[in-house]
């Protein structure tokens, strides 16, 4: 059976293209933990991986045969909520069942069925010291999706898992570890009385914490080019950086845009192996893959509504620039999400989530505009700037007070109105890139316009930057900041025009100052400056 991109679930050796799990973990410092019978949490975003670096870690960890190694998900007892007692019995049972998948025992469900506990509350305390009190070797259990608990089962679970630690490693297992999203450490756990128990508290007995990173970029390039040594298709060799761009490793992307490229019907003339694939098809496929609006995509995007995520993508994208007062945690739970990173600078995780969260915010608001694109294309089929922007500039005019209300990310409404005002016209021929983070002050569109229908992105290509910027202080300072901006992005594009949009969010201003245009040359460029 041919090997392929793999999108859903772990990734097998004998089914998928992959990066040896093992090499993604650090090793050593696990070796140690393990020999230090400490308990401690690896945590990673989603669709990251976690799961397969955990099943191979297990795997590894019975063949060198030190340990009695179970990997167990217990997603399954968060539909039970505060049914603290059938939770609790619904995790014991799912470790009973995969000690019979992974470990060939039964008797882990045998012991449950002639179990009668006088506490069925403790019951998670008690398996665990019968399997570590009858196992020849000492026990290691890996809890994947402890974070999807809530509430009062939660908790039980960690103080039932702290009951036992002082017995370890004969009477309790000699490591656990908990695998979720988040560190232990930022659960905010509700319970039934309404009382708030930090997970550190519920658990204090965390050696320490270790993070699943994304694949490196030398992975990323290697995870391709197994298919090209199982196929002999060629990658053209700048899509590279821009993946890299795309993506910054993150394994469910980098495994889509190459399942989109090799095996979606929508890319079906590549099926054929001996056509190389280029940059241009490269990109289709990305626009395609943003479109489709896949699972992960989906998954990433409901997070916007929560309100420690709400407070940091607000700020980024308005590019404000009193991003020091974002509260540490709220930072540091949005990068444990995946959806931005802390360093060098805090922005966007990578160019795929840059586009997809402004376009889900935009999504409603951009079917509502009745504007398409023929008003807008000249008889050559370039997009006309000008025209289109004076519309913008009428639409924004009479539109904006009560659509910029209805926007949840209302900081960043205007920056989004115009993007969904665009997104509206360049939808499903052009494409829109992004650029925009804390402290920026600014926001860079730039837009990619297949001249002809035809060939798409395989033919020419009319490039337009747009460099949006919040007035804050006089319009001369405002442009003396913008117009080199404008005119550095346009040329790191290698762009055929550019346009400067200034927003002005004084009520005292009247729209008659407000909306103008003008000309500006700079870096020997012309620039088309727009007030709004």
């Known amino acids: 059976m041919p090997l392929f991109f793999n999108r859903a679930g772990p990734s097998r050796a004998d089914k998928h293209y992959l990066i040896d799990p093992l090499q993604r973990m650090d090793m050593a410092h696990i070796s140690m ?3 230090e019978e400490s308990y401690f949490v690896l945590h990673a975003p989603r669709q990251t991986g976690k799961t397969t670096c955990l099943l191979a870690l297990m795997d590894h960890l019975n063949k060198q045969g030190d340990y009695r190694t179970l990997y167990a998900n217990i997603e399954a007892a968060q539909a039970l909520r505060e049914d603290v007692p059938q939770a609790i019995q619904t995790v014991c049972s799912v470790i009973a069942h995969r000690a019979k998948t992974y470990l060939k025992e039964t008797r882990l469900l045998t012991y449950l069925k002639d179990q009668t506990s006088e506490n069925p509350g403790n019951a998670l305390t008690e398996l665990l010291a019968w399997w570590a009190e009858t196992s020849e070797k000492p026990t290691v259990l890996f809890l994947d999706e402890i974070d999807a ?7 039980s679970v960690l103080r039932q898992i702290r009951a036992g630690y002082a017995q370890r490693p004969t009477a309790f297992p000699s490591s656990i570890v908990l695998c979720g999203i988040r560190d232990v450490r930022d659960y905010r756990i509700h319970t039934k009385n309404k009382d708030i128990i930090t997970g550190g508290s519920a658990f204090n007995i965390k050696a320490t914490a270790l993070r699943l990173g994304n694949l490196g970029e030398t992975e990323v390039r290697a995870l391709w080019q197994q298919h090209t040594t199982a196929t002999g298709q060629a990658f053209a060799s700048d899509i590279y950086a821009e993946l890299w761009a795309d993506t910054r490793g993150q394994p469910w992307l980098v495994n889509a845009l190459g399942y989109q490229l090799t095996r979606s019907p929508e890319m079906r003339h590549l099926w054929d192996r001996t056509v190389p694939i280029t940059l241009e098809d490269y990109r289709v496929a990305r626009e395609q893959l943003i479109q489709s609006r896949a699972t992960h995509l989906d998954q990433l995007t409901d997070k916007l509504q929560e309100p420690r995520v709400h407070r940091v993508i607000t700020t980024l994208l308005a590019g404000e620039e009193h991003h020091d007062k974002l509260p540490t945690d709220d930072l540091q739970y949005v990068a444990d999400l995946g959806l931005i990173t802390l360093r060098p600078a805090v922005q966007i995780a990578n160019q795929m989530y840059q586009e997809v969260i402004p376009r889900e915010l935009i999504w409603s608001k951009q079917s509502m505009i009745s504007h398409e694109q023929h008003w807008y294309l000249t008889p050559d089929r370039h997009l006309d700037m000008p025209r289109l922007l004076q519309a913008f500039q009428q639409f924004f005019r009479e539109h904006s007070d009560a659509w910029i209300q209805q926007f949840d990310y209302k900081e960043a409404g205007a920056q989004l109105l115009l993007q969904a005002f665009l997104q509206r016209i360049v939808n499903g021929g052009g494409c829109i890139t992004r650029e925009y983070g804390l402290g920026r002050r600014r926001t860079d569109l730039y837009i990619e316009w297949p001249v002809d229908e035809q060939a798409g992105f395989h033919g020419e290509i009319q490039r337009i930057v747009l460099e949006l910027k919040i007035r804050y202080g006089s319009l001369e ?18 762009a055929d025009e550019a346009h400067l949009l200034i927003f002005d969010r004084r009520s005292s201003i009247s729209w008659e100052d407000k909306i103008w245009h003008d000309t500006a040359d700079q870096d020997n460029r012309t620039i088309t400056v727009w007030g709004l």
């Not at 300072?477 to 290698?494: E, F, M």
């Open 477 to 494: 300072s405002t442009l003396a900041d913008g117009l080199p901006q404008t005119a550095d992005y346009a040329t790191r594009c290698r």
């Open 149 to 155: 608990l809530v509430g009062d089962t939660l908790v």
């Open 33 to 35: 933990l393990l020999e």
